[in-house]
């Protein structure tokens, strides 16, 4: 399971998403840090779904037995479509926050909300 | 087919109010009521002894979504429903845009989904779903302090979500199943493969970041405190139960008594502790949801019926007066425009008494002053627990919840010269109601016998030692400061304590 293979990569991408989320304070890098995060979850399931010379798993007539197994690909369809909604409606917010605070260093977006008057209505 | 029918018929109502128009209201009041039908024929179908089981579109069980009708789901989508019902009377006179009925319709269908689900990837689409829809809501007002702390709370829950999809694949590619309960039959037969800690670990760790448990969920004072009062009650009456849901069915597969007790008492104590701390009175309420989740995974980790049952009870017990106190510590929070304690204090004569009562009856419920609430649930949940460490660790977390929670006394009494309108009465008198007469409603649930052995006197005699000690720990700390550090809870903290939280799952069950 170990060998230079897509569980291997997918392994190392997580971790270097997880380190930009926590060393890089540009959110707008953070957010790619995290859809490297989210596409290494997905290449992990499409990995562990492969098989040595299997057929794409579409029904044909004249379909040969070994096919891949098609659940991991259903599975990883729905997680781009969510992995997207997300990054997208990230980015709105992080539009919003450099419209206010004209920055996208997270320190110090944090320091000047923190230290905002709030307005109750 | 009511079970499948019930989230469907909210994705449409979600689906129709997006035309908005005066119609809007109607059609959430037609929501309701077609909810309190189908939940109402569940509950007779249940009683009855059917099963109520659907696998969607004709699949085998094994990969096909099940959704089955039990004794987890059923009181929990009470409770949805009920908050559904506080917050639409809640905000019935604010102006709202549609946006945000369509995502309460969304968000309430998901969490109708979530609590019958017996899938492991279905429950990943619907937590996703829960996580967009109450983003949104969060930064609903687009203040830039919500907007910031909803997208905090966006990226920690992604990267806590991607960590479950990683357990699930590690869980499919040994098992071929995503069915829990096949999941776990698979794993009663081969109880020591070694997969099993790390897909545990995945799972429970990306879970836990929407369960609202210490050192996973550092996102959660500041989206909860800084969303408006309707959106903070059923955040932490509704969102932060539907990880607990899944964190239960997860408890049902893998052997996590020892993980949920290490990790209640952790969250307990913590959110207590900041608890004492803060001064914002709507994030002691946030920490205080930390701080009850504790007792939930203290419950489920004790694996004994009663204790299991308490913890089920508390969490509907936890949604009651959480959202009532969310939403009448809203209002007081707009009428005197500052959630500082102590301002608050300075101009309490402009809080209006009704504010002022629901205060109280959710204080007294989440102290567990009996007949309320809190007393009721806990009691139960005590009754399962036999470890004499952990009973102690409960004991001191409710000394602590009556100890930040005396910081709220001053608020009480004084003569109303309030001219704040927006009558919200019909809530608080909904859920305090339903907080009051909390005891016959968990007979439907907990056996009478469980229920009666907890009315006695040393409960009573322990309710009341803690609330005395509490109020000695508030007199004593008072104008103190813990020391607790706060920049805990930003993005980057929460990253690299979300990683060292699952690390510490698998080793608590690969090693101990």
């Not at chain 2, 492991?120 to 996580?131: G, K």
């Not at chain 2, 019909?426 to 649930?445: E, N």
């Amino acid at each position: 399971m170990f060998g230079f293979n897509g569980v291997t990569i997918a392994i190392v991408l997580f971790g270097i998403g997880l380190l930009g989320l926590i060393i890089r304070r540009d959110l707008v890098i953070k957010l790619l840090a995290l859809g490297l995060v989210n596409s290494a979850t997905i290449l992990c399931l499409v990995s562990l779904g492969a098989q040595e010379s299997g057929a794409p798993p579409i029904l044909t007539p004249d379909m040969r037995a070994a096919i891949v197994d098609p659940l991991p690909q259903a599975i990883v369809l729905s997680a781009i479509v969510i992995n997207f909604a997300i990054l997208a409606l990230a980015l709105v917010f992080v539009m919003l926050l450099v419209e206010r605070y004209h920055t996208t260093d997270s320190a110090r977006i944090e320091r000047e909300s923190d230290t905002e008057e709030e307005t109750w209505n | 087919m009511e079970l499948i029918l019930l989230p469907l018929l909210r994705f449409a109502f979600g689906a129709i109010s997006m035309a908005g128009g005066r119609w809007t209201r109607a059609i959430s009041l037609l929501a309701l009521l077609c909810d309190a039908a189908l939940l109402t024929r569940i509950a007779l179908l249940l009683a009855g002894g059917a099963r109520l089981e659907i696998t969607l579109g004709g699949w085998a069980d094994a990969v096909g979504i099940a959704f089955v009708g039990d004794l987890i789901g059923l009181p929990i989508a009470a409770l949805i429903w009920g908050l559904a019902v506080a917050v639409a009377l809640y905000t019935w006179r604010n102006e709202l845009r549609p946006y945000f009925f369509v995502l309460l319709h969304f968000l309430i269908g998901s969490a109708f989904a979530m609590v019958f689900t017996q899938d492991l990837f279905n429950a990943y689409v619907i937590l996703e779903l829960l996580t967009l829809t109450s983003f949104l809501l969060v930064g609903y007002e687009r203040k830039p302090r919500q907007i910031w702390a909803s997208l905090r709370y966006l990226i920690l829950c992604s990267v806590g979500m991607s960590l479950f999809l990683l357990g699930i694949a590690v869980a499919y590619y040994h098992t071929g199943t995503l069915n829990v309960v096949r999941l776990a039959a698979h794993i009663a037969g081969n109880p020591s493969a070694s997969w099993i800690p790390l897909a545990a670990a995945l799972l429970v760790g990306g879970v836990a970041v929407k369960a609202g448990i210490f050192f996973f969920s550092l996102w959660l004072p500041a989206a909860h405190s800084r969303a408006m009062p309707a959106v903070s009650a059923l955040l932490s009456g509704v969102v932060i139960k539907m990880g607990v849901v899944e964190l239960f069915r997860l408890a049902e597969v893998f052997p996590l008594d020892l993980t949920f007790t290490v990790l209640g008492v952790a969250t307990g104590l913590l959110g207590i502790l900041y608890a004492i701390q803060t001064y914002d009175l709507k994030e002691l309420l946030a920490f205080h949801t930390l701080s009850q989740i504790g007792y939930l995974l203290i419950g489920f980790g004790a694996e004994s019926a009663a204790s299991r049952l308490g913890a089920l009870d508390y969490a509907i017990a936890h949604g009651l007066f959480k959202a009532l106190l969310f939403l009448a510590v809203g209002q007081a929070v707009a009428c005197v425009g500052s959630s500082d304690v102590r301002a608050l204090k300075l101009e309490r004569c402009s809080i209006p008494l009704a504010t002022r009562i629901a205060i109280a009856v959710g204080m007294l419920g989440i102290v567990g002053i009996p007949p309320f609430a809190g007393f009721t649930a806990k009691a139960v949940l005590e009754s399962g627990v036999h470890s004499i460490l952990v009973r102690v660790m409960v004991g001191v977390i409710s000394v602590g919840t009556a100890a930040s929670f005396s910081k709220l006394l001053p608020l009480l009494p004084a003569r109303s010269t309030a001219t704040c309108e927006r009558p919200t009465t019909a809530a608080y008198a909904w859920l305090g109601g339903a907080i009051a007469l909390f005891l016959p409603l968990s007979a439907t649930l907990v056996p009478r016998s469980i229920l009666s052995a907890t009315w006695q006197w040393p409960a009573y005699l322990e309710a009341g030692i803690a609330v005395m000690l509490g109020y000695g720990v508030h007199r004593l700390l008072r104008g103190r400061s813990l020391g607790l550090p706060k920049r805990l809870f930003r993005v980057e903290e929460g990253t690299v304590a979300i990683v060292a939280g699952v690390l510490i799952v698998f080793a608590l069950l690969r090693f101990v």
